[in-house]
């Protein structure tokens, strides 16, 4: 048996009391918290681990909000289109396809977006951009505020407080030791499920298998380069490229490739390594190791054999959080699984509607119910994010960025509806929740 100790009781300060605590500040967090202090919840605490907002869209260097919609209608809406449309604001924030061209096939804009990987699907545009971190830092801190949400950065989740299967607050910890605020209702936005599976809610996790979200990754950013000089080349020679990409995974082990960003200078790479458990502290610091290890020998190469990279091209920088793509996911009254995405199911309690990404896969949006994001057992709490309820390969294609946005908003209103109408979540009017959904921007059938 493993050596343990036991850890002196202590009282613990409780240093506020909400109506609504969300922890983790990524997408999901911060649709959270911004919209239930818009829709009505008054004092809103957001708990965040590190000294940023954003989560894998800034920390983690994840700078492709993709797939807003189908056909003509953008049906990730809502906060998404409030994202871009802030960052649109602040120069150097964002590169995109905009509102007024989805749908389109005009050839120009076509030849435009198709260097971009992404932006045309079926042969029309699609809605979706590629976003600066640093700015998106800043636009996040511009919403809590205006939101008049209390954010506590540096401050991380430990636990939730449970009484008779209801979360009644959470403990963090920070450089001031571990402290208490408690709340109404607790949603969990930490993408690992720290906060529910704390309070003993029931979740799947499957570390190992291979496929894209169970695949960690640190991404990097290459600076001095020229993105439409690399697009030129390899648009121009498809197979020289592919011999190369086999080259670079070669090199850094893993499968790794660079991307755009809104600035020609810059590139992010992504990478997918495989057999590693996000939530294993040797592993989170074997990922760390491994890509900074080859970081250098994959940007040589680039540099010497890639058109767009060239002798002055340099490491710009590693991304501050590793990546994980997947994690826990809770076990909710509904488990969206990959069935439903073949075949698009609908729901009444719709909530989100994700786009189709891959036609091989479904040939039109598949609808998250609220149901996903309630605990099967366990009261005071909703979740939302990459960790919400679903099977594995479901969740690879309803976990991205904007999805998480979308989850997050429908969560925070609910929360908020849930406090005004003194009811349970998994009690909350569903019409309701949609009208206010509706009448935020979300696109719902
Ligand atoms: C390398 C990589 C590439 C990806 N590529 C894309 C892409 O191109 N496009 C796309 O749309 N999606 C992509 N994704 C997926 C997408 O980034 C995530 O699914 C999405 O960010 C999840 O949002 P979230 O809010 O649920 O979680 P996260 O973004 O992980 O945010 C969780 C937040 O909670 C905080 N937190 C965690 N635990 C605690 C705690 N205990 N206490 C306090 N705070 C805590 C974290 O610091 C973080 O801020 C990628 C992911 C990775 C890792």
Redesign the pocket.
Known sequence: MQKAILEPAQNIPVVEEADVIV???????IAAAVTARRSGAKKVVL????GH?????T??I?V???HLSTGSQIEQAGMNVEWLERLAKKPGGVIGTSKEDVGSSKPELINLWKKYFSFVWADLICYGAYVDPEILKIVLNEMVEEANVDVYLH????RALVKDDEVTGVV?ESKEGRKAVLGKIVID????G??FASAGAAFDLDPNKDIRNCM??L?YRIGNVDFQAFAEYKSAKPEDWAKKVQKIHEIAGFRTLPFPTPRNDVMWV??WIPGRDCLKVKDLTAVEFEVRRTALPVIDYLKKEVPGFNESSFLHDTAP?V????SRRLKGEYKVIYDDIKQTKKHDDVISVVPAIDLSVSKSATHIPYRALVPEKINNLLV????FSSDVEANNWT????H?ITL?QAAGAAAAIALDSNVQPRKVDIKALQKTLRSQGVYLP
């Open positions: 922890v983790g500040g990524g997408p999901a967090g708990l965040e681990r590190y907002l954003g989560g894998m869209a920390g983690g994840v492709l909000i993709p401050s991380w989740g430990c963090f936005c930490t993408g690992d720290d906060i960690m990754a991404v992504n990478n959080q990546g994980t793509r997947g939302a994010g990459r960790c976990n991205l960025i904007p998480c997050g």
